[in-house]
């Protein structure tokens, strides 16, 4: 079966090492097997896992608790072997082999997602909630859930889990304490249509950069602003380059664990079993860890002598008013019931 193909697009040089099982990732134990079971061999799967962010990052420690605890799940009989770094490919990449079997397992944000499956593009619904809680409470409620995993379906994949970095928010070397001091900002942001939409209904001017370029266009001023969440803003020492962190928290960056679904299909109902139950045990630690990890980052910049801005109600609101145009895009591109059942009363009035 397909599925037994490994790394086909331009990795074969691991194949040797996950077949050989050598993943230095997982911490399953090989199972030890009593002289009165006759010696049985235990058949053991490892599998590639891609993600294409960096070590110390939530992604990482999502995809090697899942892991890790697929390992232990199964005594060892199952092992899951995670790349980092963009090893097995970008996120283009990841999505396109994974879709094809040969890299069963993904973790990775949303956003690359909406061009293979446009009604991921609900994430992207801006100013939307006011805590990560109650982005968790939608993303976990049955009914979307279950929109969702048809939409993985029919894209040729299986949706285990959403985890989160939190909120995305503004780094900057403007003072931002109203919303009109959001205009002229030229601020990077990716090659999202509707997360450029966003910021020019605020008046800034997003500018779509590579990311390996953010800092050095923060260093020489090409940019004066960027957005990420507090993760990313600390491992990559941006905010060294910027006076400014500007709680916007105008989108949560979720973080999905999906499978292929050919891959997935092949298993056994005991493995499938182990599988999911596996997933739900690492979204649960990867969001507690992104608690944890926010008030660390968050006193890391404070240190750092960056300032901290919460912008007040009255500014969260103009903010709303002034994305609704980007809601009605996304309204008009993704499926209305989703849309209903991710907001569940939540859009602005």
Known sequence: MRRKRVLMCGVGVLLAAVTLFGCGTSSSKEKELSTEENQLEVQRYAWPLGTSSPEDTVTQIYAEKFAEEVGRLS??????????????????????????GDIPFVVQNTAPQVTFMPDTAVFDIPCLFDSIEEVREHVDDEVFL???????????????GYADQGFRVMTTNKAITNVNDFKGVKIRTMENSYHMDFWKALGASPTPMTFSEVYIGLQQGT??????????????????????????????????????????????????AIINQAADLAKEYAREQSDKRIASRIETIEESGTQIVTLDEATREEMKERSKPVYDAISESVSPEIVDAYTNGALYD
Do not use: W
Request: aromatic share 8%.
């Open 223 to 272: 940019i004066d602003a960027q957005e990420n969440p507090y993760e990313v803003i600390v491992s990559n020492k941006l905010y060294e380059q910027q006076k400014y962190v500007v709680e916007t928290n105008h989108l949560p960056h979720l973080i999905s664990l999906i499978v292929s679904e050919e891959f997935y299909n092949g298993l056994s109902e005991e493995q499938q």
């Open 75 to 100: 005594d060892g009989s199952m092992e899951i072997c995670v790349y980092p770094n963009s090893v097995l490919g970008g996120d283009r990449e990841l999505l396109e082999s994974c879709k094809d």
């Open 146 to 160: 279950a929109k969702m995993d048809q939409v993985y379906l029919d894209g040729g994949y299986v949706l285990l």
